[in-house]
């Protein structure tokens, strides 16, 4: 719960930058006549060093890492981005994929919108039995995010269907039939940024990757009577269009003659994509979606040439499956020689390929690929100059198995980790003329900053209501929808170097009491709880309340445990950890059973000192 008090505290602290400036935002859109269009470019899965583009900087000077020298040339499109726009070595996703895609659309902390681990069917958790550690996950919010005004019994239109003709279906929102729903696990309702640029007059436009609320997965079942959710479209979260977004997080095959998996039935297949010969020409996944995008973007631009947009460019990719050749296309490769043999080195820095690492960088080209498509079609159309275009990615690169182990290096570990490996991103803004090209900021920002940012940016007020998720559904009481995020646009605009005006350290917090990845070992990929301040790093790991301090500005890689020498230190940021586990209303950990007590906030562990 939290009070009323830490509410509008909060909220001061969230969106005061924004109250005091709406005004003088709009007029400024107004001022050119129109409000800028919005161009998010999410790619789902890419570690931070998955690029030709250098992130890693030290004493303020770029290192070229490893993996940047094998991706030189790989990347070009990144690469014309970064030097045209601003970009950030210190910027953070969550360290899977639900929470982070449902922090940037409610600017809630995944503490505090409890949707902490990943989803996909009604009810639905990954992991929820007993674990090595003897912990469970609390009720969090396996059915994800849901639209204002979701309660826990209803009815919502049915899902995707493969209709008599062969071809998708997507009915409408107020279709008859819909499925009933009765949800025994819980739910966030929330008021989205798409939904206040929709009613701003926005063209709003989503393609790929939704994974907000929770369904079926039975979209491309003709008679399927399996519930789905009204989160799981992004439709009811202010999508004019949704270009195959569903509850699902992952692609089942990337190939078009595979049908992207709807070939029979399987929960992860994507649907909606059975247009213009994608099927029949083999179109990979990636590309399907571009060019959806680009159709998209020249319809609405040719109806409306003064209308802002608002394109959500979520691609699937680079998501797995990496393996077994399935994400291997051989057409797409800029060395004849990988296609013929996949242990011939990489021509840019002279190691070997291995198969998977091969698929991986398979995928970043196609991404990139697209990439330059779409800021190709800005300039065909001459939204350029009015398009702030992000680039972002939602979590850490793959890092548990094979030689992506070093996937994320000079960060440790990889996605679903507690340490820099699972949440540091390759986040790149570019505004012409507001942005300075070619600037680079090591303020830190996370994705709940982009729901203020962006509505600041448009000069669209935010929001006086927010959504409250009803009583009942969590055992606690009703969740309060509350924006965490603070606006970085200042700091985009060079107006000032931090996000706060009285540039003091802001905290950023991580809280995952969830298990991910089974058969990983260690603790880093389960129950911890994570607060960055300036340099310094606190980690909580929930299984044994241990704790562990790292000085990220000499010491990325998290090796040397600070803990033992700086007790006063771990007990000031456990103290700012708690408090904020607190007024986000955090659930924690079960200990021995589901019903067990709770694992204790990082304040109350009595350290043996
Ligand atoms: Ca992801």
Request: aromatic content about 10%; charged content about 20%; hydrophobic content about 35%.
């Amino acid at each position: 719960m939290v009070s009323r008090r830490a509410f509008l505290g909060l909220l001061g602290a969230g969106v005061g930058a924004m109250a005091a400036g709406p005004a003088q935002a709009a007029q400024t859109a107004q001022g050119k006549g129109k409000r800028p269009n919005i161009v998010l470019f999410m790619v789902d899965d890419m570690g931070w060093q998955d690029t030709s583009v250098p992130f890693y900087y030290e004493d303020g000077k770029a290192v070229r890492t490893r993996l940047n020298k094998r991706y030189a040339t790989r990347t070009p499109n990144m690469e014309r981005l970064a030097k045209q726009g601003m970009l950030f070595t210190d910027a953070y996703a969550c360290a899977v994929c639900s929470p982070t895609r449902c922090s940037l659309m409610s600017g809630m902390n995944a503490a505090r919108h409890r949707v902490t681990d990943w989803t996909l069917g009604v009810d639905q958790q990954s992991r929820f039995g007993a674990h090595g550690e003897g912990l469970y996950p609390p009720r969090w919010s396996a059915n994800g995010l849901q639209p204002p005004g979701t309660q826990a019994k209803g009815v919502c239109q049915p899902p995707w269907r493969t209709g008599a003709d062969g071809k998708f279906y997507q009915p409408a929102l107020d279709a008859p039939g819909g499925n009933a729903y009765d949800l025994k696990m819980p739910f966030t309702n929330a008021l989205t940024f798409p939904q206040l640029l929709q009613d701003a007059g926005y063209h709003t436009i989503h393609v790929g990757k939704a994974h907000w609320g929770s369904g079926s997965g039975q979209y491309n079942q003709q008679d399927s009577k399996a519930p789905t959710t009204p989160g799981a479209d992004p439709r009811r979260f202010g999508f004019d269009v949704n270009i195959a977004g569903c509850e699902v997080g992952g692609p089942k095959n990337y190939r078009g003659d595979a049908h992207y998996g709807n070939k029979g039935y399987s929960q992860f297949a994507t649907p909606g994509l059975d247009e213009n010969g994608y099927y029949q020409d083999n179109v990979f996944l990636t590309d399907a979606l571009t060019d959806m995008a680009l159709r998209e973007l020249e319809r609405s631009h040719a109806a409306a040439p003064d209308r802002p947009f608002y394109l959500y460019m979520a691609h699937y990719a680079i998501h797995s499956p990496l393996d077994n050749g399935r994400a291997w296309d051989a057409s797409r490769s800029d060395d004849p020689n990988v296609a013929k043999d996949a242990r011939n080195p990489n021509p840019n820095d002279g190691l070997k390929w291995d198969p998977m690492e091969r698929n991986y960088s398979t995928l970043i080209q196609g991404m990139d690929d697209s990439l330059g498509k779409l800021l190709d079609k800005l300039d065909a159309l001459g939204e350029t100059e009015n398009t702030l275009f992000i680039f972002m990615a939602d979590n850490g690169g793959l890092s548990i198995s094979g030689r992506l182990k070093a996937a994320n290096a000079p960060a440790r570990a990889g996605k679903g980790s507690c340490y820099e490996g699972g949440t540091r991103e390759p986040l790149i803004v570019r505004w012409p003329g507001k942005i300075r090209p070619g600037a680079v900021c090591h303020e830190p920002v996370i994705i709940e900053d982009f729901y203020p940012t962006i509505l600041h940016a448009a000069g669209v007020p935010p929001p006086k209501a927010l959504a409250v998720t009803p009583a009942g559904v969590h055992d606690d009481g009703p969740l309060r929808q509350v924006l965490d995020g603070e606006t970085f646009l200042p700091v985009l605009l060079g107006r000032r170097a931090t996000v706060r005006a009285d540039g003091a350290d802001r905290p950023l917090l991580w809280h995952y009491p969830n298990f991910w990845g089974e058969g990983i070992p260690g603790p880093e990929y389960h129950f911890y709880t994570t607060l960055r301040l300036g340099r310094w790093k606190l980690i909580y790991q929930h299984p044994d309340q241990s704790f562990e301090l790292y000085d990220l500005r000499t010491d990325i890689g998290e090796r040397r445990n600070l803990a033992d020498q700086r007790p006063g230190l771990v007990d000031k940021l456990r103290k700012e950890m708690a408090r904020l586990l607190r007024e986000r209303g955090a659930q924690m950990p079960r200990i021995g059973s589901p019903d067990g007590k709770p694992v204790p906030f990082p304040d109350e562990v009595v350290l043996a000192r």
